[in-house]
């Protein structure tokens, strides 16, 4: 399947560690990326390739994989790390796919 | 810093084509290293990928609208574009071009893809 699987809203405390999940078959043998979307605005790059932070990205944004789910973990959540977050994989005629979303609410 | 800018109508009629035309400054489009994609997104919804085109005019769909879909690629102007034929109200989305790198990476033997530069956005709407 090239489906993504994403839990569609989760919420941290100012300050927390919150870990957002993306499951998928193809996950265990290919890339995952992570994208952050805010309201009105387009995606932005955060982790490309399960663990790589393009400049410019905080380091409390990062990414790690088990079997077949990616996870994007942010550590000392800020107010402005509330967004939209979607993973981003390939099926296996090498398309893109990207999972539904993740809302992320910081309390 | 690579900027990528959609341009077209905002209202199409059903039936009609949707024709979409995506501006990138502050790099060449003719970079093998690259390769140039269109994605949509429906109002509150997730991203859907609908294609991609390499500057050598190779194009790679999402078979779930690749009857409808041509992707096309003009080097002496740096732009590429999308049609989109016999639209429907399903179609409505935010469209959005994108840079897309890839890399082999060789520890796990597959390439990378990723989309690391995004235009604004632009929306269609399909409707009478």
């Known amino acids: 399947s090239s489906e993504l699987t994403q839990d569609p809203a989760v919420s941290v405390a100012l300050g927390q560690t919150v870990r957002i999940t993306c499951q998928g078959d193809?996950?265990?043998?290919?890339?995952a990326n992570w994208y952050q979307q805010k309201p009105g605005q387009a995606p932005v790059l955060v982790i490309y390739?399960?663990?790589n932070r393009p400049s410019g990205i905080p380091d409390r944004f990062s990414g790690s994989t088990s079997g077949n789910t990616a996870s994007l973990t942010i550590t000392g959540a800020q107010a402005e790390d509330e967004a939209d977050y979607f993973c981003?994989?390939?099926?296996?005629?090498?398309?893109?796919?990207f999972g539904g979303g993740t809302k992320l609410t910081v309390l | 810093q690579v900027q990528l800018q959609e341009s077209g109508p905002g209202l199409v009629k059903p039936s009609q084509t949707l024709s979409l035309t995506c501006t990138v400054s502050?790099?060449?489009?003719?970079?093998?290293?690259?390769?140039w994609s269109w994605i949509r997104q429906p109002a509150g919804m997730g991203l859907e990928w609908i294609g991609r085109?390499?500057?050598?005019?190779?194009?790679d769909y999402n078979p779930s609208l690749k009857s409808r879909v041509t992707i096309s690629v003009d080097t002496s102007k740096n732009q590429f574009s999308l049609k989109l034929s016999s639209v429907t109200a399903a179609d409505t989305a935010v469209y959005y071009c994108?840079?897309?790198?890839?890399?082999?990476?060789?520890?796990?033997?597959?390439?990378?893809?990723?989309?690391?530069?995004w235009g604004q956005g632009t929306l269609v709407t399909v409707s009478s």
């Open positions: 994108a840079r897309e790198p890839r890399y082999h990476y060789d520890r796990g033997d597959y390439w990378v893809r990723y989309f690391d530069y």
């Open positions: 085109i390499y500057s050598s005019g190779y194009t």
């Open positions: 193809r996950i265990r043998t290919y890339y």
């Open positions: 981003n994989s390939r099926d296996s005629s090498g398309n893109q796919v």
């Open positions: 390739n399960k663990t």
């Open positions: 502050g790099g060449s489009i003719n970079s093998g290293t690259y390769s």
